[in-house]
T-cell receptor, first 113, second 115 residues
Framework: DAGITQSPRHKVTETGTPVTLRCHQTENHRYMYWYRQDPGHGLRLIHYSYGVKDTDKGEVSDGYSVSRSKTEDFLLTLESATSSQTSVYFC????????????FGPGTRLTVL | AQKITQTQPGMFVQEKEAVTLDCTYDTSDPSYGLFWYKQPSSGEMIFLIYQGSYDQQNATEGRYSLNFQKARKSANLVISASQLGDSAMYFCAMRDQPGRRALTFGSGTRLQVQP
C-alpha cells in the first residue's frame, strides 16, 4: 500500500472557522491531489500539485487554498468553512510518467455545522 | 472537457457469477487512460485496473478485466466469479484535461453481491 496518511481523520467545526487538512506521503511522489466526495458526485478535484510550490486549481476550488512547501506534505485550507464544504476529503498521489495511476489516502470526514 | 458516465446507479449479482459495470467517456485527447477504482463500505479508494488508449489488448488483473471498445468510447469493467467481498461502489475515471494528471470520476455504481 502507498504510504499516504491524512489528518485529522474526522473533524467537526463551525461555520466561519478556518480548517486545515494535512496529507502526508512517504513515497516521494511528485504529484499530489485533493478531492472531495459527495453523494451522487463521485470524486471531484479541488486542487492538485505537480511539485513543491507548484499547484493548480480543480473543478471545485472556490473556498479552498493549498500549499506544498515539502514534497511529502500537501495542505488543504478552508479559510472560512461553510456548511456546503461538509464532505469527505481524499488526498491522492501519483508519480507518472507512463500512467497516471493515483493512490488514495484514507480520507477525512469533515462536518461544518 | 473530459466526461465520464456511469449509467447504472446500482447492480445486483449472484455470488460466483460474472458482472459487467458500464462506463462511457468523452474526450478530445488522442492519448488517454481509463481507470477503475473500488470503494468498499469502509471508505477507502482502491485502484483496480488501468487501460491505456493505445494498448492493443484489454487490460486484466486477476478477476478484473476491462472490455475496452474505443470506437464506442466505452470501458466496461468485468468482474468474474463474484465474491461477497466485491460488494462496493465502483468508479470509472480518466484524466480531466489533456496533458494534466488529475482525474475526473463518474458518479459510480453500487454493486451488491448476493449469496
Amino acid at each position: 500500500d502507498a504510504g499516504i496518511t491524512q489528518s485529522p481523520r474526522h473533524k467537526v467545526t463551525e461555520t466561519g472557522t478556518p480548517v486545515t487538512l494535512r496529507c502526508h506521503q512517504t513515497e516521494n511522489h511528485r504529484y499530489m491531489y485533493w478531492y472531495r466526495q459527495d453523494p451522487g458526485h463521485g470524486l471531484r478535484l479541488i486542487h492538485y500539485s505537480y511539485g513543491v510550490k507548484d499547484t493548480d486549481k480543480g473543478e471545485v476550488s472556490d473556498g479552498y487554498s493549498v500549499s506544498r512547501s515539502k514534497t511529502e506534505d500537501f495542505l488543504l485550507t478552508l479559510e472560512s468553512a461553510t456548511s456546503s464544504q461538509t464532505s469527505v476529503y481524499f488526498c491522492a498521489i501519483s508519480d507518472g510518467p507512463d500512467t497516471d495511476t493515483q493512490y488514495f489516502g484514507p480520507g477525512t470526514r469533515l462536518t461544518v455545522l | 472537457a473530459q466526461k465520464i458516465t456511469q449509467t447504472q446507479p446500482g447492480m445486483f449479482v449472484q455470488e460466483k457469477e460474472a458482472v459487467t459495470l458500464d462506463c462511457t467517456y468523452d474526450t478530445s485527447d488522442p492519448s488517454y487512460g481509463l481507470f477503475w477504482y473500488k470503494q468498499p463500505s469502509s471508505g477507502e479508494m482502491i485502484f483496480l485496473i488501468y487501460q491505456g488508449s493505445y494498448d492493443q489488448q484489454n487490460a486484466t488483473e486477476g478477476r478484473y478485466s476491462l472490455n475496452f471498445q474505443k470506437a464506442r468510447k466505452s470501458a466496461n469493467l468485468v468482474i468474474s466469479a463474484s465474491q461477497l467481498g466485491d460488494s462496493a461502489m465502483y468508479f470509472c475515471a480518466m484524466r480531466d484535461q489533456p496533458g494534466r494528471r488529475a482525474l475526473t470520476f463518474g458518479s459510480g455504481t453500487r454493486l451488491q453481491v448476493q449469496p
